[in-house]
């Protein structure tokens, strides 16, 4: 099938920057939509940013500004720059892609495993 494999999480001081990095990998023909959201303690996991095939990219209001979406479709990779990082983006951040694993094949979602990201005050 097809694995999503997350990286470059970890803990920092308000105000730093992460990136993070998530490969798709298995059987692929295409992918369409890739995209991070997060979850904080407590609540419930919300979009943070997608982006298209094609490179349209959207992003929750909390951190247009801050956080980049990119993407390498020759890796089948996705990749969220995180800077002036607050508390409040303290969360674990799952990736996401739409994927068709054959070319006959419907659009289906996988997930990764998620990465904490801690922000610290």
């Known amino acids: 099938q097809v694995q999503l494999v997350e990286s470059g999480g970890g803990l920092v001081q308000a105000g730093g920057s992460l990136r993070l990095s998530c490969a798709a990998s298995?059987?692929?023909?295409?992918?369409?939509?890739m995209g991070w959201y997060r979850q904080a303690p407590g609540k419930e996991r919300e979009l943070v940013a997608v982006?298209?095939?094609?490179?349209?990219?959207n992003y929750v209001d909390s951190v247009k500004g801050r956080f980049t979406i990119s993407r390498d479709n020759a890796k089948n990779t996705v990749y969220l720059q995180m800077n002036s990082l607050e508390p409040e983006d303290t969360a674990v951040y799952y990736c996401?892609?739409?994927?068709?694993?054959?070319?006959?094949?419907?659009?289906?979602?996988?997930w990764g495993q998620g990465t904490q990201v801690t922000v610290s005050s």
């Open positions: 996401n892609a739409d994927v068709k694993p054959r070319y006959y094949s419907n659009l289906q979602t996988f």
């Open positions: 298995g059987r692929i023909f295409s992918i369409s939509t």
């Open positions: 982006i298209t095939r094609n490179g349209t990219q």
